[in-house]
């Protein structure tokens, strides 16, 4: 009989070396895990994520998830939560995920059961295979309808964009020539791509750029 490792037989992994065990799907869903991890058909890999990965996932979340309160379009998940975009299919726990107002009854109290709108990866060195080929086309494939794959890597920063067209396939979209991107599934959602590759990036900032000094106002009187 096959031996099956237990989630308290797992380290912490080392960016190089990611950890690899088996467990059922309804025992990864009670596994308080380190990193991140992901399950597919009993297999589950655990990845540490550097600091360069973090602060553009932590950048996106603060933005995005106040654009998201302040307009009420939706909401924000953020790895851990997994993401089981299909019955029966792996449980993914992607950087960012945004579930738009439509969609909300997707969400229980375990995961998201079904695909986000918007799927944000963030690569890291033991990602970066993944999240261009496998998680592209699982996610093409479950009807994820924006699919962003960021690249902080020093000296590999890159941000490509995807959106499903009529044929249920990603087509990419292209920065524009001021070097922004205008989400299709977030109404009036853009933001600069080079605000991603900051040292610190200014999340407040970079929301009063898009939504514009008084409605940044009336949000911050609102919140007293």
Do not use: C
Not at 77 to 105: K, N
């Amino acid at each position: 009989m096959e031996a099956i490792s237990t989630p308290s037989q797992v380290n912490v992994p080392t960016p190089q070396t990611p950890t690899r065990l088996r467990m059922t799907y309804d025992e990864f869903l009670k596994w308080e895990h380190p990193g991140i991890a992901e399950w597919v058909n009993g297999d589950v890999t655990v990845m540490a994520v550097k600091n360069d990965h973090q602060r553009v996932v932590d950048f996106l979340i603060q933005v995005l998830g106040l654009y998201l309160r302040i307009m009420m379009s939706g909401v924000l998940r953020s790895a851990p939560f997994v993401m089981r975009a299909i019955p029966d299919g792996p449980g993914r726990e992607p950087d960012v995920m945004v579930v738009t107002s439509d969609h909300l009854d997707r969400i229980t109290p375990d995961q998201l059961n079904g695909p986000a709108d918007l799927v944000i990866e963030v690569v890291s060195e033991e990602s970066v295979s993944g999240d261009r080929s496998e998680k592209f086309y699982e996610y093409q494939d479950a009807d994820v309808r924006e699919y962003w794959i960021i690249d902080p890597r020093p000296n590999r920063q890159r941000a490509d964009f995807y959106v499903l067209d009529a044929r249920g396939r990603y087509r990419p979209v292209p920065i524009a020539d001021d070097g922004t991107y205008r989400s299709t599934v977030i109404p009036s959602l853009w933001l600069h791509v080079d605000w991603l590759w900051a040292e610190e990036p200014d999340a407040l900032r970079a929301l009063a750029h898009i939504i514009g000094p008084e409605k940044m106002a009336e949000a911050m009187r609102s919140a007293r």
